[in-house]
């Protein structure tokens, strides 16, 4: 893109920029500014010209500027319809200066003065146009680059973001699930062992006393010696039984 077009230092005004740059979009009002500079110690008087005065309006379009001071000129462009060809804009502007007399206002100048009959020293500049694209206001959702894929899955891996701080949130939530299934599992088979093993030891308190039974019919009713060892032993393995 071409930079703007430097201000020129005539002899009665100094015009600032020598082309004026609109950002153009359609159906939407342009505006931009330049500046006349007097760098002499005379009044001067000033009119602005444009090639499609239909399509520009122009803010002052007359005035006078004071010895040793500025004046803004605002020109607008009407909001346009269409785009022309390749962005390319012929229209054209003209400053017409003159030296007028002193203490002059803005209501004594008149299109006469800037004629050549006048006889007034009148000075010339002439501006072009510029379409220029409008500034891109930022995205508001950058756009990710394939490099940021990879990391953006590691993070879910080990946990970070959102979907990773959702895994460790389930995680945490399973983990206690399956530690007390697992609980569960061992307190279940625990008690069917306990279960078995009373079952055990009363089946072998009826033997026992089916035993001595026996005995007391064969013996009238007295124990031997060896019949002692017996219950002796059956009730030490029936006591280890009931401890384990």
Same mark, same amino acid.
């Given at each position: 893109?071409?930079?703007?077009?430097?201000?020129?230092a005539?002899?009665?005004?100094?015009i600032d920029?020598?082309e004026?740059?609109?950002?153009?979009?359609?159906? %939407?009002?342009?505006s931009?500014? $330049?500046?006349?500079s007097?760098?002499? /110690?005379?009044?001067?008087?000033? *009119?602005?010209?444009? =090639?499609?005065?239909?399509?520009?309006?122009?803010?002052?379009?007359?005035?006078?500027?004071?010895?040793?001071?500025?004046?803004?000129?605002?020109?607008?462009?009407?909001?346009?319809?269409?785009a022309?060809?390749?962005?390319?804009?012929k229209?054209?502007?003209?400053v017409?200066?003159?030296?007028?007399?002193?203490?002059?206002t803005v %209501?004594?100048?008149?299109?006469? $003065?800037?004629?050549?009959?006048?006889g /007034?020293?009148?000075?010339?500049? *002439?501006?072009?146009? =510029?379409?220029?694209?409008?500034?891109?206001?930022?995205?508001?959702?950058?756009?990710?680059?394939?490099?940021?894929?990879?990391?953006?899955a590691?993070?879910?891996?080990?946990?970070?973001?959102?979907?990773?701080g959702?895994?460790?949130?389930l995680?945490?939530?399973?983990?206690?699930?399956?530690?007390?299934?697992?609980?569960?599992?061992?307190?279940?088979?625990?008690?069917?062992?306990?279960?078995?093993?009373?079952?055990q030891?009363?089946?072998?308190?009826?033997?026992?006393?089916?035993?001595?039974?026996?005995?007391?019919?064969?013996?009238?009713?007295?124990?031997s010696?060896?019949v002692?060892?017996i219950?002796?032993?059956?009730g030490?393995?029936?006591?280890?039984?009931m401890?384990?």
């Open positions: 893109m071409a930079a703007p077009a430097p201000a020129t005539g002899e009665l005004l100094s920029p020598l004026l740059r609109f950002p153009f979009e359609l159906k %939407k009002q342009i931009c500014s $330049m500046q006349l007097n760098l002499s /110690n005379d009044y001067i008087a000033f *009119k602005v010209k444009t =090639t499609s005065p239909k399509k520009y309006s122009v803010r002052p379009n007359t005035g006078v500027v004071l010895p040793r001071s500025t004046c803004d000129v605002v020109v607008t462009m009407q909001a346009q319809r269409e022309p060809p390749d962005m390319q804009c229209d054209k502007f003209l017409q200066s003159v030296v007028a007399p002193a203490g002059i %209501k004594d100048v008149t299109g006469d $003065m800037f004629t050549k009959e006048s /007034n020293k009148m000075e010339e500049v *002439k501006l072009r146009v =510029t379409y220029v694209a409008p500034p891109q206001p930022p995205s508001p959702v950058p756009e990710e680059s394939e490099e940021g894929s990879p990391s953006r590691s993070e879910s891996e080990n946990g970070d973001g959102p979907a990773g959702f895994t460790r949130a995680r945490e939530r399973i983990e206690p699930q399956e530690k007390s299934l697992e609980a569960g599992a061992l307190i279940s088979k625990l008690t069917e062992e306990k279960n078995s093993a009373i079952q030891n009363h089946r072998l308190r009826q033997e026992l006393d089916l035993v001595r039974r026996e005995v007391s019919k064969r013996r009238g009713g007295g124990f010696f060896i002692v060892i219950v002796a032993l059956i030490i393995f029936l006591g280890y039984l401890k384990s």
